[in-house]
């Protein structure tokens, strides 16, 4: 995929040639010099790293790593652009309305503009998703002319999709909830859960009554499970060895990881490893 500066696109743009047509951009100019535009074609794109802002049908908003957002031909309008210094890489997918409509006639028959209802609320997908999106991406850019690819990649997309709007720290306070998001990041999680009082701006123990009553969880228990997705995401997609791993999550015992990790997802380290990786063949030797 080529990396571009956003603000290169032509004001006027045209429908992409082939099935789809994948761009990744780069947000670097200021408001200023940012402008407004819709398109003749469906678009989603997520943020891949940093920070910048997008305005989208009027409303500005910061934009973030993990965020995602779909894009209605003729009817949504947006910009993108940067601020105090930030930049930000977005990975951007356009395609044919005529292929929005197929997609929506033969998965969610019945629904009035499916493509508004999953961009109705925002939705930030999780490290482990985001790497699985990235993978499925370059598959897709491989071979953008070919719509079997296209369509494995939107229905992979609106599962994930359907996993976020289910995602129950939006029943959280919203100090608690962009606090809990926040502590999804490995410099954070791997601190401890003193951290997450630390992003919320309240004391430990406000902040681990307030995530008990409305997420069941305390803060220890909360990033433990931060910890465990992210390191299953690590054994799954690199070939990183296992005590690297544990000491990214936080954890100075190795034998507390192992056993932590064997209640979350029934197996050690190395056999979660084996078994999914071989499965998908990203593992092809007996390492680690």
């Known amino acids: 995929m080529l990396y571009i500066d956003i603000m290169t696109i032509p004001k006027i743009v045209l ?15 200021p408001e200023k010099e940012s402008f407004e535009h819709a398109h003749a074609f469906a678009e989603v794109f997520w943020v891949a790293d940093g920070t910048a802002f997008q305005s989208l049908n009027g409303n ?3 934009i973030e790593t993990g965020d995602i957002f779909f894009l209605r031909p003729h009817v949504d309008s947006h ?25 929506s006639e033969r998965y ?18 999780n490290e482990v998703q985001l790497r699985l999106l990235h993978n499925a991406i370059s598959t897709l850019g491989a071979n953008p002319n070919s719509r079997l690819l296209l369509d494995r990649f939107m229905l992979e997309l609106f599962c994930m999709v359907g996993e976020r709007l289910d995602d129950p720290l939006s029943g959280l306070p919203k100090w608690l909830a962009e606090a809990c998001r926040e502590m999804r990041t490995p410099g954070n999680f791997s601190q401890g859960s003193s951290r997450l009082a630390e992003l919320a701006g309240r004391s430990h123990e406000h902040t681990s009554r307030a995530l008990k009553k409305h997420y069941g969880l305390t803060p220890g228990e909360y990033v433990n499970q931060l910890r465990m997705e992210y390191a299953a995401s690590e054994l799954l997609l690199t070939t990183r060895g296992i005590a690297d791993i544990a000491f990214d999550c936080g954890f100075e015992s190795l034998s507390r990881f192992y056993a932590l990790f064997k209640v979350k997802h029934g197996v050690s380290p190395r056999r979660y490893r084996l078994a999914h990786g071989l499965a998908m063949g990203l593992v092809e030797s007996r390492r680690s």
């Open 15 to 29: 429908p992409p040639s082939g099935i789809c047509h994948i761009t990744c951009a780069v947000i670097s100019r």
């Open 60 to 62: 500005a908003h910061k």
């Open 79 to 103: 910009r993108l652009f940067a601020r105090s210094g930030k930049t930000a890489t977005i990975v951007n997918l356009a395609f044919g309305e005529d292929v929005l409509a197929e997609l």
């Open 108 to 125: 969610f028959p019945g629904v009035d503009d499916h493509w508004r209802s999953v961009s109705g609320e925002r939705v930030v997908l």
